[in-house]
C-alpha cells in the first residue's frame, strides 16, 4: 500500500477567532490567518485544521453552524476563504476543515422550518417527542448542563440537543438529512479543501429513546456511509474524527487501514484522566504519570499494523500542556520541550495547537467576567447554585477550562500582544511580554525551533513513522522511556517528569553509539536526567 502523506505529516490547528486580527475589530478572521502563513511555514507543518469559521451565531465559538457553505462575516466571505486556499497551496499547506455533523445551529435554515409545524418537510431533520410541558421525556442531560430536553410549546414537543438548546441535534436516522450533509462536504471538496476534523463524531448515532449518547448501534454504519459517499471519492483526504467517548475497539475501525472510515480518531483517554465526575462537575485530580504512561502506551501497542493514532496535547477544549499537570513554571521551557519530544516520538499524526510551539501557559482571570466559554459560565453557575463558592467556581475554571486555550496568539510584545490593535474578544495572558513568536523566531533555543527541528525529524527518518513502540522501565515514576524500532532502525526517548535530578538506566547500545537527535538540555549525563530532561536517540541497527 502506498504510504498516506498525513502519516509523516505534521498538522497545525488554527482557533481563527484567537490567531491573528487583520481588521482590528478585536476577532481573529481569514485574513489574519493568511497573514501569517509565513510563520506556518516557517514552522514546517504541511496542514492546517481551522475550528469553525461557518456561518455561526456563535453561542458555542462557531460549533453552532447556521450555514455549512458559508463564512461567518465575523471571518470574512467566501473571497477570503478562496484566497485562504490560494495562498495555502503555493506553499504546500493542506487545509482541514471542522466539521460539525452532529448538530447545527438553532438558527439553521433547516430547524426554523422544523419547528415550523410537525408536518413541515425539515421536521424530521431533527429529534422531536411529543410530551408535556415541565414533563421531560427523560433524564438525558446535556454536556454543557441541564437536561437535553428542550420545550416547544407552539408544537408541543420536546426537541433533544447534547450541547446547547441552540445547538439541536439532527437526526442521522434520517436518510435525507445524511444526504444533505454529504453534498455540503463534497462541495468543500471540490473547493480544494484536503481534509475534515469530525467534531464530536462519536455521538451522531445517537438513540435518545435508550438513553444512548455515544456510540450508538449504528455509529459505524454510518460513518462508512458518510466516508463512501465523500471521502474516499478522493484518496489524499485526511479525516480525524473527535471521538471523546472511544475506546481501542471502536478505534480500531474508526482508523482501519482499508480506508473505509476515517484516518484517525481524536481520543481522549489521555486527558480525561485525573479527572474524577461529582454532580455534573468534573474536579481535576493529582497527575499520575503510570496512569499517563499505561494509556498512552495502550494505544501506541494496540493501533499499531492495524490502525492510527493522533498525538495530541492541546486544542480548544483543553487547558495548555506547560501548565495541566503540576509543571514547575520555573521549567517551563524545558517541559514544553520534554512534553513534544515524548508525544512527536511516537507513532500518528502530531497535532500542534496554536501557542503550543511557543510554550504559552493557561491565563488566570479572577473574575467569570473575563471569561467567554459557555461551558465555563454554565459551569460556574452550576457551581455557585450549589453552594459552591465564586473562589471555588474560579479556581476549577482556572485550571481546567477551555478559555485556557483561546486566549490571543502571542506574536510579539506590541499592545494585545501583536493580535490586534482594536479590543480584543477575550484578554490576552499578560505573559505576552516574555513569551512571544517574535523573540522565540529569533532564538535558535527557542520553543518554537524545537518544534520545528521535531517537524523536520519525522520527514527525515522513517522509523518515527514505522517503528514498533515498547514501553521501558514502566514503574519508573520519575520518567517515561520507550523504544521504537524496525528491523533497521531503533529510536530510545526518555523524557523526566520531575523538577529536581533523577536516575535513569539508558540501553550501553544507545548511549555508544546512538546519535543524539534532540535534547532540551546542552550537556547531559549518561545515568541522569536534569529537570524536565527529555532526549530522542537513534541508531542503525546493523552497526551493531
Ligand atoms: C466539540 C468541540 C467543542 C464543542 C463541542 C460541541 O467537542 O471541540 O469545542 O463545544 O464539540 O460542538
Ligand atoms: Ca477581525
Same mark, same amino acid.
Given at each position: 500500500?502506498?504510504?498516506?502523506?498525513?502519516?509523516?505529516?505534521?498538522?497545525?490547528?488554527?482557533?481563527?477567532?484567537?490567531?491573528?486580527?487583520? !481588521?482590528?475589530?478585536?476577532?481573529?478572521?481569514?485574513?489574519?490567518?493568511?497573514?501569517?502563513?509565513?510563520?506556518?511555514?516557517?514552522?514546517?507543518?504541511?496542514?492546517?485544521?481551522?475550528?469553525?469559521?461557518?456561518?455561526?451565531?456563535?453561542?458555542?465559538?462557531?460549533?453552532?453552524?447556521?450555514?455549512?457553505?458559508?463564512?461567518?462575516?465575523?471571518?470574512?466571505?467566501?473571497?477570503?476563504?478562496?484566497?485562504?486556499?490560494?495562498?495555502?497551496?503555493?506553499?504546500?499547506?493542506?487545509?482541514?476543515?471542522?466539521?460539525?455533523?452532529?448538530?447545527?445551529?438553532?438558527?439553521?435554515?433547516?430547524?426554523?422550518?422544523?419547528?415550523?409545524?410537525?408536518? !413541515?418537510?425539515?421536521?424530521?431533520?431533527?429529534?422531536?417527542?411529543?410530551?408535556?410541558?415541565?414533563?421531560?421525556?427523560?433524564?438525558?442531560?446535556?454536556?454543557?448542563?441541564?437536561?437535553?430536553?428542550?420545550?416547544?410549546?407552539?408544537?408541543?414537543?420536546?426537541?433533544?440537543?447534547?450541547?446547547?438548546?441552540?445547538?439541536?441535534?439532527?437526526?442521522?436516522?434520517?436518510?435525507?438529512?445524511?444526504?444533505?450533509?454529504?453534498?455540503?462536504?463534497?462541495?468543500?471538496?471540490?473547493?480544494?479543501?484536503?481534509?475534515?476534523?469530525?467534531?464530536?463524531?462519536?455521538?451522531?448515532?445517537?438513540?435518545?429513546?435508550?438513553?444512548?449518547?455515544?456510540?450508538?448501534?449504528?455509529?459505524?454504519?454510518?460513518?462508512?456511509?458518510?466516508?463512501?459517499?465523500?471521502?474516499?471519492?478522493?484518496?489524499?483526504?485526511?479525516?480525524?474524527?473527535?471521538?471523546?467517548?472511544?475506546?481501542?475497539?471502536?478505534?480500531?475501525?474508526?482508523?482501519?487501514?482499508?480506508?473505509?472510515?476515517?484516518?484517525?480518531?481524536?481520543?481522549?483517554?489521555?486527558?480525561?484522566?485525573?479527572?474524577?465526575?461529582? !454532580?455534573?462537575?468534573?474536579?481535576?485530580?493529582?497527575?499520575?504519570?503510570?496512569?499517563?504512561?499505561?494509556?498512552?502506551?495502550?494505544?501506541?501497542?494496540?493501533?499499531?499494523?492495524?490502525?492510527?493514532?493522533?498525538?495530541?496535547?492541546?486544542?480548544?477544549?483543553?487547558?495548555?500542556?506547560?501548565?495541566?499537570?503540576?509543571?514547575?513554571?520555573?521549567?517551563?521551557?524545558?517541559?514544553?520541550?520534554?512534553?513534544?519530544?515524548?508525544?512527536?516520538?511516537?507513532?500518528?499524526?502530531?497535532?500542534?495547537?496554536?501557542?503550543?510551539?511557543?510554550?504559552?501557559?493557561?491565563?488566570?482571570?479572577?473574575?467569570?467576567?473575563?471569561?467567554?466559554?459557555?461551558?465555563?459560565?454554565?459551569?460556574?453557575?452550576?457551581?455557585?447554585?450549589?453552594?459552591?463558592?465564586?473562589?471555588?467556581?474560579?479556581?476549577?475554571?482556572?485550571?481546567?477550562?477551555?478559555?485556557?486555550?483561546?486566549?490571543?496568539?502571542?506574536?510579539?510584545?506590541?499592545?494585545?500582544?501583536?493580535?490586534?490593535?482594536?479590543?480584543?474578544?477575550?484578554?490576552?495572558?499578560?505573559?505576552?511580554?516574555?513569551?512571544?513568536?517574535?523573540?522565540?523566531?529569533?532564538?535558535?533555543?527557542?520553543?518554537?525551533?524545537?518544534?520545528?527541528?521535531?517537524?523536520?525529524?519525522?520527514?527525515?527518518?522513517?522509523?518515527?513513522?514505522?517503528?514498533?513502540?515498547?514501553?521501558?522501565?514502566?514503574?519508573?515514576?520519575?520518567?517515561?522511556?520507550?523504544?521504537?524500532?524496525?528491523?533497521?532502525?531503533?529510536?530510545?526517548?526518555?523524557?523526566?517528569?520531575?523538577?529536581?535530578?533523577?536516575?535513569?538506566?539508558?540501553?550501553?547500545?544507545?548511549?555508544?553509539?546512538?546519535?543524539?537527535?534532540?535534547?532540551?538540555?546542552?550537556?547531559?549525563?549518561?545515568?541522569?536526567?536534569?529537570?524536565?530532561?527529555?532526549?530522542?536517540?537513534?541508531?542503525?541497527?546493523?552497526?551493531?
Amino acid at each position: 500500500m502506498e504510504k498516506k502523506w498525513w502519516k509523516t505529516a505534521v498538522i497545525y490547528q488554527i482557533y481563527p477567532k484567537s490567531f491573528q486580527d487583520s !481588521n482590528n475589530d478585536g476577532i481573529g478572521d481569514i485574513g489574519g490567518i493568511i497573514n501569517r502563513l509565513d510563520y506556518l511555514e516557517e514552522l514546517g507543518i504541511d496542514a492546517i485544521w481551522i475550528s469553525p469559521i461557518y456561518k455561526s451565531p456563535q453561542v458555542d465559538s462557531g460549533y453552532d453552524i447556521s450555514d455549512y457553505q458559508d463564512i461567518d462575516p465575523i471571518f470574512g466571505n467566501m473571497e477570503d476563504m478562496d484566497r485562504l486556499i490560494e495562498e495555502c497551496n503555493k506553499r504546500n499547506i493542506r487545509i482541514i476543515m471542522d466539521l460539525v455533523l452532529n448538530h447545527s445551529s438553532d438558527q439553521h435554515r433547516w430547524f426554523q422550518e422544523a419547528k415550523k409545524s410537525k408536518d !413541515n418537510p425539515y421536521h424530521d431533520y431533527y429529534i422531536w417527542r411529543d410530551g408535556k410541558e415541565g414533563e421531560v421525556p427523560n433524564e438525558m442531560m446535556a454536556y454543557f448542563g441541564g437536561s437535553a430536553w428542550e420545550w416547544v410549546s407552539e408544537l408541543g414537543q420536546y426537541y433533544f440537543h447534547q450541547f446547547t438548546p441552540e445547538q439541536p441535534d439532527l437526526n442521522w436516522h434520517n436518510e435525507k438529512v445524511r444526504q444533505e450533509l454529504y453534498q455540503m462536504i463534497c462541495w468543500w471538496m471540490d473547493k480544494g479543501i484536503q481534509g475534515f476534523r469530525l467534531d464530536v463524531i462519536d455521538l451522531i448515532a445517537k438513540e435518545p429513546d435508550l438513553c444512548i449518547a455515544e456510540n450508538g448501534p449504528k455509529l459505524h454504519e454510518y460513518v462508512r456511509e458518510l466516508s463512501r459517499s465523500t471521502f474516499q471519492k478522493k484518496p489524499e483526504i485526511v479525516t480525524v474524527g473527535e471521538a471523546g467517548n472511544t475506546g481501542v475497539e471502536s478505534a480500531l475501525l474508526f482508523s482501519a487501514q482499508d480506508g473505509s472510515e476515517l484516518s484517525m480518531v481524536f481520543q481522549f483517554e489521555h486527558m480525561d484522566m485525573a479527572h474524577k465526575k461529582e !454532580n455534573q462537575i468534573n474536579w481535576v485530580l493529582p497527575f499520575d504519570l503510570l496512569e499517563l504512561k499505561e494509556i498512552l502506551s495502550k494505544w501506541q501497542v494496540e493501533l499499531y499494523g492495524k490502525g492510527w493514532n493522533s498525538l495530541f496535547w492541546d486544542n480548544h477544549d483543553q487547558p495548555r500542556i506547560v501548565s495541566r499537570w503540576d509543571n514547575d513554571p520555573t521549567y517551563r521551557e524545558e517541559s514544553a520541550k520534554m512534553y513534544a519530544m515524548l508525544l512527536h516520538g511516537m507513532q500518528g499524526t502530531p497535532f500542534i495547537y496554536q501557542g503550543e510551539e511557543l510554550g504559552m501557559t493557561n491565563v488566570a482571570f479572577d473574575s467569570i467576567t473575563d471569561y467567554r466559554d459557555i461551558a465555563a459560565k454554565n459551569l460556574y453557575d452550576r457551581m455557585l447554585g450549589r453552594g459552591y463558592t465564586k473562589e471555588e467556581a474560579i479556581e476549577l475554571i482556572q485550571k481546567d477550562g477551555r478559555d485556557n486555550a483561546r486566549t490571543p496568539m502571542q506574536w510579539d510584545k506590541s499592545l494585545h500582544a501583536g493580535f490586534t490593535k482594536g479590543t480584543p474578544w477575550i484578554k490576552e495572558n499578560p505573559n505576552y511580554e516574555e513569551i512571544n513568536a517574535e523573540d522565540e523566531r529569533k532564538d535558535p533555543n527557542s520553543i518554537f525551533h524545537f518544534y520545528r527541528k521535531l517537524i523536520q525529524l519525522r520527514k527525515e527518518y522513517a522509523i518515527f513513522a514505522d517503528g514498533k513502540y515498547c514501553l521501558q522501565d514502566k514503574e519508573n515514576k520519575e520518567s517515561f522511556s520507550y523504544l521504537r524500532s524496525s528491523d533497521t532502525e531503533e529510536l530510545y526517548v526518555v523524557c523526566s517528569f520531575v523538577n529536581g535530578c533523577s536516575k535513569v538506566s539508558i540501553p550501553e547500545r544507545f548511549l555508544k553509539d546512538g546519535v543524539l537527535l534532540a535534547c532540551n538540555y546542552e550537556e547531559s549525563l549518561p545515568e541522569q536526567l536534569q529537570p524536565y530532561e527529555g532526549r530522542i536517540y537513534y541508531r542503525k541497527k546493523n552497526a551493531e
